[in-house]
Structure formats: C-alpha cells, structure tokens
C-alpha cells in the first residue's frame, strides 16, 4: 500500500477550486443576474438602473463563498425569486463577529482565502464591503440588505429587487407597458407640442432610430449612434445589446473592422 502525504493539501485544493469558480461567477452576477437599464433623469440625462446592482450583489455572495464553513458538506445557496434574492452559507457569525458588533468587527475561518479573495480582489476592504453594498443598494432602490443571524448553523442576507427599476411602467406587465400603450405613446410623441424639446423619447423609439441608421450605414459606431442621438455610451450599449437579444440585429465581425447586420 503506498501513502502519499501532500502539505497543505486542503489549502491548494481551495485555492485551485476558487481559482477556477470565481471568475464564472463574477460573469454569471454580471450577464445573468444584474439587468440593467436607462431611466430618463432629465431630457439629456439618463441613469442606468438594475434589477439587482452588480457590484453588490457580488460582494454579497463572495462574503458568502469567504466565510463558508467548509467542513460542512451544505453548499452555498443562491435564490432568485420575482421579488428578492436569497444568499446563505453554511456557518453562523464567526469568532469575535456577534450580532451586535456586526459588521463593524470582522474574523475568518479560513484567514487565507480571505487574503487571497482581497488580493484578487472579489471582497472589498476588511469590514468595509458591508456599508457600501448598503450605500449602493439604497442608490439604486432596492433598500438596504437585511441579515438573518438567527439560523444558528448558517448565515443568511435577502436583496431586495430594486423599486426604482419597476417604475414608470418598465420591466413589468402593466398597462403602460403593453404594446398597445406603447404605441399609443408613440404616435402621441408624433403629434406637435407647445414644448417639444420637454418631450422625452421611450425605449422603442430610440432603438427603432438606432435600426434607421444602421440601415443607412452599416458601419456605424458607438460612438457616431451616441453623437447623432445624443445618448450616453451606457445608454447605446443597452440599447444595441436588447435589439441583439430581440433578434433584430447582429454583429458580425470584429468591433472595428466589423458592421451591423438588420435581421429581416
């Protein structure tokens, strides 16, 4: 029989496994989970609003993977439901962390991977990532994190979908947001006002002209559909990547050398 005695083994097979898993989910948060679009702020003026804002939320489920109890076999649990997010770890407050010192003192179970994950950087500063996942989750209407202490084997925090993403009828079935509204809006938008320039363009209309003008020019950039509809970079991307997803256009070839293609 032959033995063979690794130093360190279950620290290299953490380190490999995070290693690998992390970017995944770093891009899974990102493409999957954070859906963003552009409110009207002022007839200029958009902000990008997300159903769940990226950074973080990913701070949250990485605290989740940093302070797990890995000699338990219960994995990380991650629940998306219409009205919230769900994230819990196995492991309850660890160390000198109580309730009532939460967060404002941090311990780890496994001080390395805490290291490494900051070194990486997929957690923020030691025990400054809780008050600014609370700062950015305000500023994008979903309120503050609540966090569950009371499961005595497991750590549990709920997100709350942002408030501010749902209004004005965007994202969800409502009648301002059915097709007939929509094109009711529309042709209202057609008819002369007192004051045009208060008018404010919806979705549909801005993607219909970014359809007009790559049927023009196939070869438009981001940046000529930014000057020639006065729209902020973030603004076009969100546009062009829904149109993308409709099926009403796609990419083909490189982002300079490449054009658009209208699919019919």
């Given at each position: 029989?032959?033995?063979?005695?690794?130093p360190n083994f279950q620290r290299y097979f953490l380190h490999r496994t995070h290693v690998k898993?992390?970017?995944?989910?770093d891009t899974f948060i990102e493409t999957s989970v954070s859906t963003k679009r552009p409110i009207p702020v002022s007839v200029l003026r958009e902000e990008i609003v997300s159903t769940y804002p990226y950074w973080a939320?990913?701070?949250?489920?990485?605290?989740?993977?940093m302070h797990?109890?890995?000699?338990?076999n219960s994995p990380i649990q991650f629940y998306e439901y219409d009205n919230r997010i769900e994230i819990q770890n196995p492991g309850g407050l660890y160390g000198k962390v109580s309730p009532e010192n939460f967060p404002n003192v941090s311990d780890y179970r496994i001080p390395f991977i805490a290291e490494a994950m900051k070194v990486l950087g997929y957690v923020n500063r030691f025990s400054r990532g809780v008050y600014r996942v609370q700062k950015e989750l305000k500023e994008n209407g979903n309120g503050e994190a609540h966090f569950d202490f009371s499961l005595r084997t497991a750590f549990r925090v709920v997100e709350n979908i942002s408030k501010k993403y749902f209004e004005e009828g965007?994202?969800?079935?409502t009648p301002e947001n059915t097709q007939e509204h929509l094109e009711d809006r529309e042709n209202a938008?057609?008819?002369?006002r007192k004051n045009p320039?208060?008018?404010q363009k919806t979705p549909r209309n801005v993607q219909n002209e970014i359809i007009e003008l790559i049927r023009l020019n196939p070869l438009i950039t981001r940046r000529e559909l930014e000057a020639l509809l006065n729209r902020t970079p973030d603004s076009i991307k969100y546009h062009l990547s829904q149109l993308t997803k409709k099926g009403f256009i796609k990419r083909e070839g490189s982002d300079r050398a490449g054009k658009w293609i209208i699919i019919e």
């Open positions: 029989m032959f033995f063979c005695y690794i898993s992390l970017p995944k989910i939320t990913r701070e949250l489920l990485m605290n989740a993977i797990r109890d890995y000699d338990s965007f994202g969800a079935d938008q057609k008819t002369p320039e208060n008018t």
